[in-house]
T-cell receptor, first 114, second 115 residues
Framework: DPKIIQKPKYLVAVTGSEKILICEQY?????MYWYRQSAKKPLEFMFS???????DNQTASSRFQPQSSKKNHLDLQITALKPDDSATYFC?????????????FGPGTRLTVL | AQKVTQTQTSISVVEKTTVTMDCVYE???????LFWYKQTASGEIVFLIR??????ENATVGHYSLNFQKPKSSIGLIITATQIEDSAVYFC????????????FGDGTQLVVKP
């Protein structure tokens, strides 16, 4: 059974629209993260959460807003979409924030903005 | 500045041989953690192995092992007895002790294992 679920797998959006990327993890982890992988850059850290609290934000734009309704959920809302937002977005998790453990990644959501 | 550098863009080997992938990193932290992940053709990112900076012994997991050369800020990944299924993109990554759990990734090395 998949331990980290991301929905949808593929997403096509028009410029200016808003989308929500879903992430749920069933590893019993307390820390969750979002990373982005685009053709132009390597895997890039975006956000980290611990027990539903934002711990770190490395995105320059407020158009990206993580949302955590439950400890094992960390969704990513993206507003006013731009073609440059086209990328694969990976959710990840680790046992606890600050314990230096490896992070485990979900299957990703590939977003294409037209 | 790039914190993790993988200079090999692509490597091709014959199956059952040994391959080494290079990675150098830069950090000012005295304590840091190094990881290798692989990304399969389907896009899945899989954790392989880690090396903590304070450990002198090279980590080994299955047919993966590391060549940690701290004075050179180098962490090479060695895969022995390669299999066709090892074909993937391999990412070197680093987490500094004081980095708020941020992991910095290299650009990746594409490994092709041929029969």
């Amino acid at each position: 059974d998949p331990k980290i679920i991301q929905k949808p797998k593929y997403l096509v959006a028009v410029t200016g629209s808003e989308k929500i990327l879903i992430c749920e993890q069933y590893l019993g982890h307390n820390a969750m993260y979002w990373y982005r992988q685009s053709a132009k850059k390597p895997l890039e850290f975006m956000f980290s959460y611990s027990y539903q609290k934002l711990m770190d934000n490395q995105t320059a734009s407020s158009r990206f807003q993580p949302q955590s309704s439950k400890k094992n959920h960390l969704d990513l809302q993206i507003t006013a979409l731009k073609p440059d937002d086209s990328a694969t977005y990976f959710c990840a998790s680790s046992q606890n924030w600050g314990d230096y453990a490896e992070q485990f990644f979900g299957p990703g959501t590939r977003l294409t903005v037209l | 500045a790039q914190k993790v550098t993988q200079t090999q863009t692509s490597i091709s080997v014959v199956e059952k041989t040994t391959v080494t992938m290079d990675c150098v990193y830069e950090t000012r932290d005295s304590s840091y953690f190094l990881f290798w992940y692989k990304q399969t053709a389907s896009g899945e990112i899989v954790f392989l192995i880690r090396q903590d900076s304070y450990k002198k012994e090279n980590a080994t997991v299955g047919h993966y092992s590391l060549n940690f050369q701290k004075p050179k800020s180098s962490i090479g990944l060695i895969i022995t007895a390669t299999q066709i299924e090892d074909s993937a993109v391999y990412f070197c990554a680093m987490r500094e002790e004081n980095s708020n759990n941020r992991i910095f990734f290299g650009d990746g090395t594409q490994l092709v294992v041929k029969p």
